[in-house]
């Protein structure tokens, strides 16, 4: 009985993984805005092959307040903005490797200018 349950644990576990070895999912933040500043979440594809990414604004809570799904071309960039938010994180989840998407957060202010007043790269 202990060898099949060995057995049935391991298939399972290797169906698992199958499922899940290309896609990644990366995390920028978090980062506080004041006022009328707004939050853009931006992804950048680095690899040589198009990439679906998902872009997500969380609140404090983890909440999702912003959402968009993109196909990224080779070298394209897109984002998802927010204002509503006091602290923020930023989600990114790819198609493919993590590594594939340069992944970054911008605190801007809203006024007409739209000056960064801070901005975090991840990985």
């Known amino acids: 009985m202990k060898t099949l349950f060995r057995s049935l644990s391991t298939g399972f576990a290797l169906l698992s993984l199958s499922g899940v070895a290309?896609?990644?999912?990366?995390?920028?933040?978090?980062?506080?805005?004041a006022g009328d500043e707004f939050v853009t979440c931006v992804a950048t594809n680095v690899s040589r092959v198009p990439v679906m990414v998902t872009i997500d604004v969380l609140d404090e809570d983890g909440v999702v307040v912003a959402t968009r799904g993109v196909s990224l071309s080779a070298s394209g960039t897109d984002f998802a903005m927010s204002a509503a938010p006091t602290a923020v994180l930023c989600r990114f989840t790819t198609s493919v490797?993590?590594?594939s998407?340069?992944?970054?957060?911008?605190?801007?202010?809203?006024?007409?200018?739209?000056?960064?007043?801070?901005?975090?790269?991840?990985?």
């Open 22 to 33: 290309h896609a990644g999912t990366s995390y920028v933040g978090p980062a506080y805005k």
């Open 97 to 99: 490797s993590a590594k």
């Open 101 to 123: 998407i340069k992944a970054t957060l911008l605190v801007r202010e809203n006024g007409g200018s739209y000056q960064t007043r801070a901005a975090i790269s991840g990985k």
